[in-house]
């Protein structure tokens, strides 16, 4: 079997799990009325520029970006709403209460990339499987998104899982940042290495490591990276 094979074998072997695994909350998210009265007014806002493929594939990917962190906070008792989406924006899920450390905060805000990643794929699988062109461009913008995701400034999903990061941990995220970079010149990561370095260098760090954030979020760096090299195709079937 090729590299390329065994690369899409694994590929696909994760996203059906992801979608078989995670089926039932993702369903329970759209009986939320406002949920699903944000979602189609996103998607009606997008359908004007994109079309309704393109623009139902958005929101979907946003959806299950968002569910990943309601999964987590769901595990760690931690009340929040539903997510609701702000069309040009995407969506924001309101915490009632905060997570009591800062390895949960770093849990709950790289679980939405986390499965922002496994909507990626799974859309991807789907575009290799039809070579239908929208699929491919929906796997793209979600690799961008989720990536972009993890810049660690502000209230985005990178900063909360740098906050359980020491100083040391943090250097390593910007070394992988930098090979990824150099692997695929996207330039995204510049951003992102910028602002990984100046939280390495500046911000406060954790006293104890993290491996299991420093691992969740090299991971995502590392495949939402490849990903934003996939060429886009035209969107029409």
Wanted: charged residues 10%; aromatic residues 12%; proline residues 3%.
């Amino acid at each position: 079997m090729s590299a390329h094979s065994a690369h899409s074998s694994s590929s696909s072997k994760f996203a059906l799990l992801f979608v078989l695994t995670k089926a039932k909350l993702l369903l329970l998210g759209l009986t939320k009325g406002g949920t699903l009265f944000s979602m189609l007014l996103s998607a009606g806002v997008y359908w004007t520029i994109w079309g309704w493929k393109f623009a139902f594939g958005i929101v979907l990917s946003i959806y299950i970006h968002e569910m990943g962190h309601v999964q987590a906070l769901q595990r760690y008792g931690i009340k929040a709403t539903a997510p609701m989406f702000i069309p040009g924006i995407g969506a924001v899920i309101r915490l009632k209460q905060y997570p009591a450390t800062a390895r949960e905060d770093a849990r709950v805000g790289l679980a939405g990339p986390l499965w922002g990643l496994g909507a990626a794929l799974t859309a991807y699988i789907v575009y290799r499987a039809t070579g239908i062109g929208v699929w491919g461009a929906i796997a793209h913008f979600g690799a961008w998104v989720n990536l972009f995701n993890l810049v660690p400034v502000w209230q985005l999903d990178g900063a909360r899982g740098f906050r359980a990061l020491t100083r040391q941990q943090r250097w390593i995220a910007v070394a992988i940042i930098a090979l990824m970079w150099f692997v695929t010149s996207e330039g995204l990561l510049v951003l992102l290495g910028i602002a990984a370095a100046a939280a390495a260098g500046f911000s406060r760090a954790a006293d104890e490591p993290d491996h299991t954030a420093l691992l969740h979020y090299a991971f995502l760096v590392g495949i939402l990276s490849l990903m934003t090299r996939i060429a886009l195709p035209a969107t029409g079937p």
